[in-house]
């Protein structure tokens, strides 16, 4: 561990050659990148490039072009460059370098989330260590796990403030919203899994406009990106779209600035979007970075467990066709029911940032806000990922397994889901 710790900290593109293969090292070097991910109405190929045009796509052998989604500018001089894919395209490849193809029915969901390294004033996170902020080992070690899907539920930017100076866990890491961040935070360490699958990418409140919202905007919004628009190109919270993927449908929601506190102005704009599975045929996740009702800390629930916003728009309104709500924000891994018919409350913020030290591990009988947990289990205080799995047999797209892991690929946890009924280990 301790050599492990020597190469992280002295050089982080021989770690990442020795963990992840030789193309992961040269994405590194070459700082070019390369993925796919669900849009509205479809899906894209993306890459970020130094270059001065977009590198060449081939689909199903044909060449295909791709054009600029946003050209070099301050702080951020890569092209990132954009692609649609087509449904029914067996091969895409960048520069001849396959890229991960969706499946019509993904049975294996990883879920990841809040995974940066933390840098802001007085909470300074060791950058420079592995056991310390592990993202990099957990993205490598869940690609290993050959997931259909990536769903990241959110806060992708950490490092605002600069390491103190002396401080060598995190000395010579970049900070700010620049592109030195975004590819320290989240490039970089997430490299092979970006090649492993597919991915949702769900905005947190750390891509909010005055924080990392200038890179969200150029690399990852599944919106249209417009340099004249917003904060350099960032805006405000996105409508929602709709993933099918076969049987189940994921909503994507952005509530990255959804207020703590009551907000009825904003009360007024998720109960819309809690409320749009109604016209969708079939079970449906909602997908959104805040957790409605989920604990952070037991001792004060009623006051810090829930975001109250979020919750006095999602009561009462969201259909019964709903069977999860998939969430980070809280830096921990929780599954909880309720005694009310709700949806389950999957929580799976424990990715590499700061963990929660307060979080439950017993959660049942606790009462968040108004609600109180029926079912579920906590696993505070360790980092990790977590994957969903839908039963061999179920062509409902209601039974799945949930199970969380650390970064070493260790089980820790294991609930199974029918519906809204859970039962877990």
Not at 46 to 71: H, I, K, N, Q, Y
Not at 243 to 266: F, K, P, W
Not at 287 to 314: I, Y
Request: proline share 7%; net charge negative; charged share 20%.
């Amino acid at each position: 561990m301790r050599l492990l710790r020597l190469l992280f900290a002295t050089s982080g593109a021989l770690l990442t050659f020795a963990c992840c293969g030789l193309q992961s090292a040269r994405a590194v070097d070459a700082d070019y990148w390369q993925w796919v991910q669900y849009v509205p109405g479809g899906m894209e190929v993306r890459a970020a490039t130094p270059e001065a045009t977009c590198p060449v796509l081939t689909l199903d052998g044909v060449d295909a072009p791709m054009t600029t989604r946003s050209e070099p500018g301050e702080n951020y001089p890569i092209r990132v460059c954009a692609a649609a894919l087509p449904a029914g395209v067996k091969i895409a490849a960048i520069a001849g370098v396959p890229l991960p193809m969706p499946v019509a029915h993904p049975n294996r969901i990883l879920i990841v989330g809040d995974t940066g390294c933390r840098l802001k004033g007085k909470q300074i996170q060791a950058c420079n260590d592995l056991s310390e902020w592990p993202f990099r080992l957990g993205a490598t070690m869940s690609a290993e796990f050959k997931p259909d899907l990536v769903l990241h539920v959110g806060d992708f930017h950490y490092r605002e403030s600069a390491c103190p100076l002396g401080n060598y866990g995190c000395g010579g890491t970049p900070f700010g919203d620049t592109w030195d961040v975004w590819r320290a935070d989240f490039f970089s360490p997430a490299d092979s899994l970006l090649r492993a699958a597919p991915w949702i990418f769900v905005r947190g409140n750390h891509e909010e406009c005055d924080r990392g919202g200038k890179g969200w905007a150029r690399t990852l919004d599944p919106y249209a990106y417009d340099a004249a628009s917003g904060v350099n190109g960032c805006l405000g919270p996105a409508k929602p779209y709709t993933v099918n993927i076969g049987g189940l449908t994921i909503e994507v929601m952005d509530v990255s600035t959804a207020d703590e506190r009551v907000n009825a102005a904003q009360v007024a704009w998720y109960k819309d979007q809690f409320a749009l599975p109604k016209d969708i045929a079939g079970p449906v996740w909602q997908t959104f970075h805040r957790p409605v009702w989920a604990l952070d800390s037991p001792k004060d629930a009623r006051e810090k467990g829930d975001n109250q916003t979020l919750a006095a728009a999602a009561r009462d309104t969201v259909p019964a066709n709903v069977q999860a709500f998939v969430s980070g924000h809280h830096h921990t891994f929780e599954v909880m029911s309720y005694m009310q018919d709700l949806p389950i409350q999957i929580v799976s913020g424990h990715g590499g940032d700061d963990l929660s030290p307060f979080a439950p591990k017993e959660v049942k009988g606790l009462e968040v806000g108004d609600v109180t947990v029926k079912e579920g289990i906590g696993r505070p205080r360790v980092f990790g990922f977590s994957m969903i799995e839908r039963a061999a047999d179920d062509n409902s797209g209601m039974r799945w397994t949930l199970t969380g892991y650390d970064t070493h690929g260790r089980a820790m946890g294991v609930c199974r889901l029918d519906g809204r009924n859970l039962s877990c280990d």
